[in-house]
């Protein structure tokens, strides 16, 4: 039976310093045509030194249950997608919950990386199947400056930060858009290929200086070449088991990692180039807040109209993968 599932208030947040492609270039050996032939990036937001992944969460939350009018005492789960949490305990959900001051809500962390927004979507429509009435506040929020190599000239241009928060229901009355569909997939024999570092593997006694796996490690060429595969596939599963071809697709919004993936996942689904979404120029790469942070400037560009299906889709650490289908009112 079909979960009726409704994002109401999509609202992004990131923080104001900016780094440009000059500004890396005063820090590693690259240059502004380097990074924006590769990557397509030319600017990525970092936050300040009072700011954790939490904080970024709280103000993106704050607009979402301004605008939809619902006070935190209302909610009944806060789910967080990150990967780069202020701890490894406790959650950024519950540390949302305190700032905000929810009320005893179910409260815990999706932890997949840059396809968290599509599984924390996936984990919303489940939550409403057992519990119609629930309000779900689902934040995304990364910090990745924090665990960026600042010598590794390889990963320290690609990564911004940033946060969206949305609140989820099952109610279509003042919602911006309905999740038709979602899809999620997982490799973990790949683990290898993207590691944020910092967890309990990295075996630090007190007073240790950390080494580079305490940081972001990736194996760029070989997740590329997978980051294009299993987007294009997942995109072409999620429209054949919903019956709907590419042309019926009003915007596809791919995660933001790179734009040389995006335009190679875009020509494998034979979709017009004005039919692709595209900020990551504006933010790098910022995991789970790329896709929602996507959505929010593609509807402010008025790139969205009533009726319009949206075809998402992201890749990231894990390896995790994931498509999904939103119809925006
Ligand atoms: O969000 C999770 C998913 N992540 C991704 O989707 C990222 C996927 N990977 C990528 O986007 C690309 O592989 C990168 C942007 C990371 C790298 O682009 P590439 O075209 O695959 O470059 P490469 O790693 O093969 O490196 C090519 C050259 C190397 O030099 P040599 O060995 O050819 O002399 C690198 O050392 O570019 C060099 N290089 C740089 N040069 C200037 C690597 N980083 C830089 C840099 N500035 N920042």
């Not at 270039?25 to 690259?30: E, L, P, Q, R």
């Not at 202020?86 to 815990?108: E, H, N, T, Y």
């Not at 596809?252 to 979709?271: D, K, M, T, W, Y």
Request: charged share 20%.
């Amino acid at each position: 039976m079909k979960t009726n599932c409704y994002i109401h208030a999509l609202c992004g947040y990131v923080p104001d310093a900016v780094l440009t492609n000059d500004d890396l270039s005063a820090m590693v050996d690259t240059n502004d045509e380097w990074i924006t032939s590769r990557t397509g990036i030319k600017r990525r937001h970092k936050l300040n030194a009072d700011q954790n992944a939490s904080d970024l969460a709280v103000e993106a939350a704050q607009k979402t249950l301004a605008q939809c009018g619902v006070k935190a005492e209302q909610l009944t789960h806060i789910i967080a997608a990150t990967c780069t949490p202020d701890a490894i305990s406790p959650s950024v959900a519950c540390l949302v919950g305190g700032k905000i001051g929810a009320g005893p809500v179910m409260a815990f962390d999706v932890s997949a990386a840059c396809s968290g927004f599509l599984y924390g979507l996936s984990v919303c429509r489940g939550l409403l199947a057992a519990d119609p009435d629930a309000q779900i506040l689902f934040v995304c929020t990364e910090a990745l400056t924090r665990r960026v190599d600042w010598t590794d000239r390889s990963t320290c241009v690609l990564f911004g930060d940033g946060a969206s928060a949305c609140l989820i229901n099952s109610r279509s009355d003042g919602a911006e858009a309905e999740l038709e569909d979602v899809v999620c997939r997982s490799d973990g024999a790949l683990h290898d290929l993207i590691v944020v570092g910092g967890g309990t593997s990295c075996a630090y006694a007190k007073g240790d200086s950390v080494d580079e796996h305490f940081f972001i490690q990736m194996q760029g060429r070989e997740v590329y070449k997978h980051a294009v595969r299993q987007m294009t596939h997942i995109c072409e599963e999620v429209l054949e088991r919903n019956g709907l071809k590419i042309d019926d697709v009003a915007l596809l919004v791919p995660h933001q990692a790179n734009l040389r993936i995006i335009e190679a996942v875009g020509s494998r689904l034979h979709i017009a180039t004005e039919h692709v979404f595209t900020n990551v120029a504006e933010y790098g790469n910022t995991s789970s807040a790329s896709v929602p942070l996507a959505l929010r400037d593609a509807h402010d560009q008025g790139r969205l109209r009533a009726g319009d299906r949206v075809l998402m889709t992201a890749f990231g650490s894990g390896l995790t993968w994931a498509g999904g289908l939103l119809r925006f009112f």
